[in-house]
RNA sequence: GCCCGGGUGGCGGAAUGGCAGACGCGGCGGAUUCAAAAUCCGCUGUCCGAAAGGACGUGUGGGUUCGACUCCCACCCCGGGCACCA
């Protein structure tokens, strides 16, 4: 027999041989044993509590970086622990497969998007089963499937049917270069990300989804969701509801008077106390009436202004140093300010956009700076309406204030006022009172190959009509060349292209753009309940089981977009028929988890960091990496990869084997028999560790919860080096208890020594611990007794003193008796049992 | 500019009205060792002090309270979101 150290001292007494802890080995066997078990597989028809753990869908990137493995973690955890804690857990995953990485890299290699892809997904694939994090590989969606692109492009045409999938003009990002629109953040500095080109404004016929008739829907749902609140107030500010008033300007005639045989300009303000200081009206450069509006005379300037804002490149429009550009321009016409008869000209300005409001607005320069701005460059009437503060040495005044120079209304507050104009208004027959959102449509069309094909048909003679359902799913043609412009090959495939109208036979061509991704991702959580169905692309029953997920977990990177057309996706499914009419919301509990930063300057081979998780599962093992993303920070937080002291919680996990796998009967004078108090106090804390740790899991507090099974661990230690020895049994319990614990955590390590102690047993299969009420309460507690606030004392009391008796207790404290000096006391503040003060 | 979040040892952090600095990293000392690694034990906010002990200490300044890292007001700094939204 192999000597052996026992855990405490390094030195004494043999052990059952079980050698080191040796990561190596064990994680991939108990990898193997979780997939070929099925462990965490999960059947429909499970009878257990049902809970949907779900980290966001994963664009497949290759090996996990620390970004995934920290997100998967926190996941996995809950998933073990959920198991353990008796629910049905579903814990599925799949990939968000398409996107433009693939198309990039199959423009400069050659390689079709799928293969590149199917390679990434597998590797990623490993390296998520490499930290131990478990799913129910049945259940596994790629974006890419046909069987997902299918229900995809059914949805699109049930959305199209239904009024909620339209075509329309809309200004895009246009790279001349590549002949192609342009997401946001592809344009880096007004410039291609790709080919460096100046990105161009274009107005392109696009589709859209209507997620603006959900606007108020989206607002109102976000206040029962238990989500972080930055995260719903993003997605408040994103929707931007805002409410005011939509009023007519009559147009003017030339001696200044309103045309009644002209429609009024109309425009919106959330500020109609402040009418008598509206000394122009502004409309947008893009508004359907410039041309109207234009007198001849100033034609020629408007269009030179109109065509100069169009070709603004991005740089100018932030350019913080506009000053060098026109930002208006005169139409020549005149408007009448409803609230003093008096006319007023009309301007185009760049700073009104068309698609707020009513693309025109009432400018009030006393009260608005950009209004301000473009009346002193015109040299216009500048009325103040608020009186600001007399220390206010601004231009335009934005805050609350007495109204004055506006007849009927002054004196009052702007809120007053508000209400008093709004009633006015409505009155004379002038204006209603609108609500307006900032939120826009969801621009769906990408002019992209790797993307799931919109299912729509260009017919000459009967328009734009669906693809016929028998079709779906429409998949890219595999026989493409991929142009170096980064062009889409779809518009040049005839193969692709050329198709028959379903509606009169006729020739006619497909449409060639691709959804969105983020189309993709806003209903693959419902797929996953049952991806089998090849009937619907969802199962009701299997919907209202699973659904809402009971806790979904990503970066706050996705706050608003994704988790918005989430949101609209399911709620227009439910109105649609196709998922359960009351399911409103997907995600009853949202977590966003801070993001890993890789810090350069405080690098260090000296901490012991490796480069990559792989690298760290490869050296430290899964369970160590696991233990210090979870040490490194509250979840939430961003993290320095630096953060993760690996080395430490391998030392730390290195402990626990040498206490676990070391049989109790070996250590070193374990004494059988009836327990001490010493004992007892062991049991007690693992109960209150029990307690603890569960509360911690809950809450996500999971930094906290590894320090406490280091300080138990630490006590155990000192446990059994005391001088009567460690008892048997509740050691031998005390480290049953924590295993346990662990093991949502460390899965592998906790499985392996569990099994060692226990005959082959699964940890986890057992149930949650539960702690024994009556041992949470403790006989004694340390009273701090405090004079003036600052602690001089410590006295031993039982929890239960009474508050008269800890008074006396703390008074006959010699340490206060020195400084009380004979005196009486002012006051006694007494808290049973845990603290008196004693006021001098 | 507007809206959020945050400033605590050498470092990551803990404590959300009642013992500031749990736990870990790093550092120092000791045990073990021929030696080292590993392991085990102890110390580790700053200042004064030989020690006992004392004073100071949670971005800055004020306030509330018997008592403030925690609550309130003002300011400074850092991070994030939105950004011509009428």
């Known amino acids: 027999m192999a000597q052996r150290a026992s855990p405490a001292d390094g030195s004494h007494g043999a052990a059952r041989e079980t050698g080191r802890y040796r990561p190596g080995e064990i994680e991939p066997r108990w990898q193997q044993r979780w997939l070929d078990d099925g462990t965490y597989e999960i059947e429909n028809d499970d009878r257990r509590d049902a809970h949907y753990v779900l980290s966001m869908y994963p664009y497949p990137s290759g090996p996990a970086h620390i970004g995934h493995v920290r997100n998967y973690t926190f996941g996995d955890l809950l998933v073990r622990y959920h198991t353990m804690r008796g629910k049905g857990v579903l814990s599925p995953i799949g990939f968000d497969s398409f996107g433009l ?45 046909p069987g997902y692109i299918r229900w995809n492009q059914w949805f699109f045409i049930r959305f199209f049917e239904a009024g909620l999938a339209y075509k329309a003009t809309a200004p895009v990002n246009w790279c001349p270069g590549c002949r192609t629109v342009l997401a946001n953040e592809q344009v880096v500095d007004g410039r291609c990300e790709r080919s460096d080109h100046l990105v161009e404004r274009r107005d392109l016929s696009q589709w859209f989804y ?146 707020y409001g009513t693309g025109a607005v009432m400018a009030v320069p006393g009260q608005d700076q950009r209004d301000w701005e473009l009346a002193e460059a015109f040299d216009l009437d500048i009325v103040r309406t608020v009186q600001p503060p007399d220390d206010f040495d601004g231009e335009a005044f934005a805050g609350d204030g007495p109204i004055i120079n506006s007849e009927w209304l002054n004196g009052l507050g702007v809120s007053e006022a508000k209400a008093t104009a709004t009633e006015w208004l409505e009155r004379q027959g002038l204006g209603t009172r609108t609500v307006v959102y900032r939120l ?69 061509r497909r449409e060639t753009d691709t959804l969105d991704t983020f189309v993709d991702s806003a209903w693959y959580f419902l797929r996953f309940t049952d991806p089998w169905n090849e009937e619907q692309p969802l199962t009701m029953s299997a919907v209202r089981k699973f659904l809402p997920v009971d806790q979904y977990i990503g970066g706050i990177e996705h706050a608003i977009l994704h988790l918005l057309y989430a949101r609209f996706f399911t709620k227009a499914l439910a109105d649609l028929g196709h998922a359960p009419k009351d399911l409103r919301e997907p995600m009853k509990r ?98 209150r560790l029990v307690d603890r740790i569960t509360g911690e899991y809950e809450r996500w507090a999971y930094n906290t919860a590894v320090a406490g099974f280091m300080a138990f661990t630490n006590r155990l230690y000192g446990y059994v080096r005391s001088d009567g020895g460690p008892h048997r049994e509740t050691l031998a319990d005390a480290i049953d208890t924590m295993l346990e614990l662990l093991a949502p955590a460390v899965p592998h390590i906790t499985a392996e020594l569990w099994a060692l102690r226990h005959d082959g047993e699964h940890i ?77």
Request: charged fraction near 25%.
């Open 101 to 145: 990485p693939a198309e990039n890299a199959a423009i400069e290699s050659g390689v079709h998007p799928r293969i590149f892809t199917d390679q990434r997904i597998d590797e990623l694939t490993a390296s998520l089963r490499r930290i131990g994090a478990v799913y129910d590989h049945r259940r596994t969606i790629r974006s890419h499937d």
């Open 210 to 355: 209507r997620i603006t008739d959900y606007a108020q829907e989206l607002l109102d749902d976000l206040d029962d969701l238990e989500w972080p609140n930055r995260v719903k107030l993003m997605q408040r500010n994103w929707i931007g509801r805002s409410e005011g008033v939509e009023l007519g300007l009559p147009i003017a005639d030339a001696s200044g008077r309103a045309r009644t045989d002209v429609e009024p300009l109309s425009v919106y303000t959330t500020r109609p106390d402040t009418g008598f200081g509206m000394t122009f009206a502004v409309m947008s450069p893009e508004h359907p009436r410039v041309d109207e509006l234009t007198t001849a005379d100033r034609r020629a300037a408007v269009t030179a202004f109109q065509a100069e804002v169009a070709n603004r490149s991005e740089i100018d429009r932030l350019s913080t140093e506009a000053a060098e550009v026109e930002r208006g321009v005169l139409t020549g016409s005149s408007v009448v300010n409803p609230f003093n008869g008096k006319a007023i000209p009309l301007f185009l300005a760049d700073y009104v956009l068309m698609a």
């Open 440 to 508: 826009r449509d969801w621009l769906v069309g990408r002019q992209r190959f790797w993307g799931c094909p919109i299912p729509m048909i260009y017919c000459d003679d009967c328009g734009t009509v669906p693809a016929p359902e028998s079709d779906l799913p429409i998949l890219a043609p595999d026989d493409v060349e991929f142009h170096p412009t980064g062009e889409s090959p779809l518009q040049h495939h005839d193969g692709f292209l050329n198709t028959i109208c379903p509606g009169c036979g006729g020739p006619a």
């Open 590 to 687: 949202l977590f966003t988890q801070g993001m890993v930063r890789m810090g350069g300057s405080k690098m260090s081979k000296s901490r012991g960091n490796a480069v990559s998780p792989e690298e760290s599962v490869e050296v430290h093992g899964a369970d160590a990496l696991r233990l210090a993303i979870l040490q490194a920070k509250p979840p939430a937080d961003d993290v320095d990869w630096e953060d993760f002291q690996i080395q430490g919680c391998e030392r730390f996990l290195n402990r626990l084997w040498r206490l676990a796998a070391t049989d109790p009967e070996l250590i070193n004078g374990s004494r059988t028999g009836q327990p001490t108090a010493a004992d007892d106090a062991i049991d007690t804390a693992s109960h």
């Open 764 to 840: 986890h299969e057992r149930s949650w611990p539960v702690a024994d009420p009556d041992k949470l309460t403790v006989e004694t507690v340390t009273m701090v007794v405090q004079v003036n606030g600052k602690v001089r004392d410590r006295i031993e009391v039982a929890s239960d003193i009474s508050d008269a008796a800890a008074r006396s207790r703390a008074l006959t404290s010699e340490k206060v008796a020195a400084r009380l000096a004979g005196a009486t006391p002012k006051r006694v503040i007494v808290r049973a049992p845990g603290l008196v003060n004693v006021v001098i």
